[in-house]
């Protein structure tokens, strides 16, 4: 089993960054990849950026440019660097886990709110 706990979330401004950070715990040397994941009100969750346990990256592209992900596997932790926020992005963002031979991301956090006010 692995655990994810994301933080970070909050309230910011059109324009504003906000950083999330998620970490993760137990059977990590399961996993091979690491991910962000929104859902906005109505609208069905979607990848936002992932990373692999090799350090390679893909983004939507209503981020490219504007967010980063990055892990520090000293710490067991991802980060989401959100730059040039939008209202837009206003959602519930979830850190997700993929297991090394599976398609899916089948760990997942319980979320965190960010809200883009503009």
């Known amino acids: 089993q692995v655990q994810l706990v994301e933080s970070g979330g909050g309230l910011v401004q059109a324009g504003g960054s906000l950083t999330l950070s998620c970490a993760a715990s137990?059977?990590?040397?399961?996993?091979?990849?690491m991910a962000w994941y929104r859902q906005a009100p109505g609208k069905q969750r979607e990848l936002v950026a992932q990373?692999?346990?090799?350090?390679?990256?893909n983004y939507a592209d209503s981020v490219k440019g504007r967010f980063t992900i990055s892990r520090d596997n000293a710490k067991n932790t991802v980060y989401l660097q959100m730059n040039s926020l939008k209202p837009d992005d206003t959602a519930v963002y979830y850190c997700?886990?993929?297991?090394?031979?599976?398609?899916?991301?089948?760990?997942w956090g319980h979320g965190t709110q960010v809200t883009v006010s503009s």
């Open positions: 137990g059977s990590i040397f399961s996993i091979n990849a």
């Open positions: 997700a886990a993929r297991r090394a031979g599976y398609t899916r991301y089948d760990y």
């Open positions: 990373i692999t346990h090799g350090g390679n990256t």
